[in-house]
């Protein structure tokens, strides 16, 4: 079945820093690509999108592309700041399933960026 | 403003008893989700819905249960018969086969 591993938090920055957080999926038809993030107490809020290969999502100073040789949809920020503290979550929805659009989660990269 | 709506926030329940948690959107979203997240993990697919009067169990369906007799409205019901229901209950709707899912604000569950 689908599945999406993500590299596991915490994930500890200075502000300014640059962020990767690494993300890579399996899937069996044609799945397009989502980054969530998560503040503390709160739902997830649509980060960036890639709805096929060689596409780049792009949001708030954040990137990431949507390699389909290497299965992986990496997130990337030159610069962060305190306030992008959160939980990142990398998800896939195939398109090649008849069951919906259901999303396949990884499992989360809490991220803390200090002053 | 359109949106999706969970109440309450915050819920308590004894054990052996049945609550139902509330989920309603006026995106006029066709499709609507309930996921569960314990700390620290991941969100697993509990039920899904894409149209009205149909719904489908997802990866962790047992203890638990939905009704979708309008298409604004998912309510889910975690029964006595969930063994570990404390969690973070989290519903999202979507419009079409594979747009982004919007999410609600969230339901913490905590059993007393």
């Known amino acids: 079945g689908d599945s999406v591993t993500q590299m596991e938090g915490p994930v500890t920055l200075s502000e300014e820093a640059f962020l990767t957080i690494n993300c890579t999926y399996t899937?069996?038809?044609?799945?397009?690509l989502f980054w969530y993030v998560q503040y503390p107490g709160e739902g997830l809020q649509l980060l960036l999108k890639?709805?096929?290969?060689?596409d780049k999502g792009s949001n708030k100073g954040f990137e990431a592309t949507y390699r389909k040789e290497t299965t992986s949809f990496h997130l990337e920020k030159g610069s962060v700041q305190v306030s992008d503290s959160a939980v990142y979550f990398c998800?896939?929805?195939?398109?090649?399933?008849?069951?919906?659009?259901?999303?396949?989660f990884g499992g989360g990269t809490r991220v803390l960026v200090k002053p | 403003d359109g949106g999706i709506t969970q109440s309450p926030k915050y819920l308590f329940r004894k054990e052996g008893q049945n609550v139902t948690l509330s989920c309603e959107q006026n995106?006029?979203?066709?499709?609507m989700y309930w996921y569960r997240q314990d700390p620290g993990q991941g969100l697993r697919l509990i039920y899904y819905?894409?149209?009205?009067?149909?719904?489908q169990k997802g990866d962790i369906a047992e203890g638990y249960s939905v009704s979708r007799e309008k298409k604004e409205s998912f309510p889910l019901t975690v029964t006595s018969a969930q063994k570990n229901p404390t969690a973070f209950y989290l519903c999202?709707?979507?419009?079409?086969?594979?747009?982004?899912?919007?999410f609600g604000q969230g339901t913490r569950l905590t059993v007393v």
């Open positions: 999202a709707s979507s419009l079409l086969l594979n747009t982004e899912a919007f």
């Open positions: 998800a896939l929805s195939d398109r090649g399933k008849a069951a919906g659009n259901k999303l396949t």
């Open positions: 995106l006029n979203h066709d499709a």
């Open positions: 899937a069996t038809g044609y799945p397009s």
């Open positions: 890639a709805t096929k290969a060689d």
């Open positions: 819905s894409q149209i009205v009067n149909d719904f």
